[in-house]
């Protein structure tokens, strides 16, 4: 990760310095938007100008909760608004469909951005060769013989940095998600 | 509770239930969110089911974030605001006021006797200068000197085949007449309280600010038209897209111009140069930086370009 910038909230805590809470909420923000509009490049366009407008008023807040509704607000009302510009495009096409808006969806999608949200950024934050082969284990569903190769090392340190990855996820994750990291990468 | 921080909520309960750190009130809370509506159980199973998980989880690694980030910085951190000119004006419209006053007003200034530098210089005794007044003095390409507020208006002389002429509202015209011989320099100098008006043989017009000093040629040839300047002028320069219009300051910085109203500051006890834009468009150069200015922006030489 590059330096750090300026703290744009002077003197309050390192948390809700704008790149901090980029580096959180971004990509569930994205997922959020994604999961309400299906457009990925049209979601991260949302996105990024619910970012600006948080960062161009960012004095006005003063606890990450209030910045973290904020976000997800106006990534809401924006998607809504594509929801609503489409309806109207199609609204002889297609009868109304109840699909992905309802205020009960939107809850429903904000768990699920934050829930996955937080599982990536707990992968995320491990150490680069642990992330690297449980990486690889998890999502490219190779063998510890195949991410040996990969990544040019032994099959010993793939079975140790594995370990060490499901050690540390656990400190953070923990039950539930050891069994499903460890269902998938045959532990 | 609003239905946004309920969800925030409830992700919480499930991250701890991931964690196994449900308290057991927490626990319950879970449980009866869980118990209340199908869905709510359809979702916490799908959070919990690792094969769809994965498959969620693979977007969030498809995402490009560093370009996103320098998108919003790029957003946020406009390039330029606007200047806002009546503070940098001030002393032209002073300036103006004092053009229409010139005739009445005279000041007597101690000035080094002409020699071939000439150093204008304020009576030591009197620092409280009052404002204004048309004085300068022109050092010709001899060496000699013309003190211009002393100087009876008309032609003063000529330089090479320029007649130089002085108005008698406070300005100094220089009339080119046929083709340019050699070229030769003038320095026009005003003392502190002092400014002066300059019309130049392409016709373009300097007004000279107190305690500056400009050197320009007498007629302009070659591929560009170059003057150098200490202290502060406002140019108003003739169009000639062949030839450029170039301010040297005495730190080495340019200011190129293609054809515009702008004001330079370059003051040597100044730690700054600033040059600001009115109208049409410069380019301002040190070195291997440069900017192009748009109409009210200023440039500011530190050690850096930067616009206001």
Known sequence: MSELPIGVLDGKPNAFDTRNLFDLYYTRLCYFAHKLIGNKEASEDIVQDAFVAYWKKSADFDNELSIKSFLYLTVKNACLNVIRHEQVVKRFAESNEDSGYTEEKITENIIRSEVAGEIHSAIATLPKGCRQVLELAYFGELKNDEIAEQLQISINTVKTQKARALQLLRLKLDVGSLILVLAVTGF | ?308
Do not use: C
Not at chain 2, 100 to 107: A, D, E, N, R, S
Not at chain 2, 170 to 185: F, I
Not at chain 2, 258 to 285: A, I, P, R
């Open chain 2, 1 to 308: 509770m609003n239905q946004q921080n309920e969800a925030f909520q409830q992700s919480q309960f499930i991250l701890k239930h991931l964690r196994g750190e449900l308290s057991m009130a927490e626990k319950n809370e879970l449980d009866a969110w869980l118990g209340s509506n199908d869905n709510n159980r359809i979702l916490f199973e799908e959070l919990t089911n690792e094969v769809l998980l994965k498959k969620e989880l693979q977007f969030f690694d498809s995402i490009e974030t560093e370009a996103a980030w320098q998108k919003i910085e790029a957003q946020v951190k406009e390039p330029a605001k606007i200047v806002n000119m009546k503070t940098n004006r001030r002393w032209w419209y002073a300036a103006a006021a004092v053009l229409l006053l010139g005739g009445f007003l005279t000041y007597r200034f101690a000035f080094q006797q002409p020699d071939k530098t000439p150093i204008v210089k304020t009576t030591p005794e009197k620092n409280d200068v009052a404002p204004g007044g048309n004085k300068a003095i022109l050092t010709l390409a001899d060496g000699s000197t013309i003190i211009l507020d002393n100087a009876a208006n008309g032609s003063l002389t000529e330089q090479g085949n320029t007649k130089v002429i002085k108005l008698d509202d406070g300005q100094l015209a220089y009339n080119s007449e046929g083709a340019a011989g050699e070229v030769v320099y003038n320095t026009i100098s005003t003392p502190r309280g002092g400014q002066y008006q300059l019309a130049l043989a392409d016709g373009s017009k300097v007004w000279l600010n107190a305690a500056s000093t400009l050197r320009f040629p007498a007629t302009f040839s070659g591929t560009e038209r170059k003057v150098e300047l200490t202290g502060e002028g406002y140019f108003e320069v003739a169009k000639d897209a062949d030839m450029p219009f170039k301010v040297v300051m005495n730190n080495g910085m340019e200011v190129e111009v293609l054809g515009t109203h702008f004001n330079v500051m370059s003051y040597s006890d100044d730690e700054q140069v600033k040059t600001t834009l009115v109208e049409g468009k410069v380019k301002v150069l040190n070195g291997e930086n440069n900017v192009m200015l748009r109409p009210n922006q200023q440039a500011k030489f530190t050690r850096e370009i930067s616009l206001y």
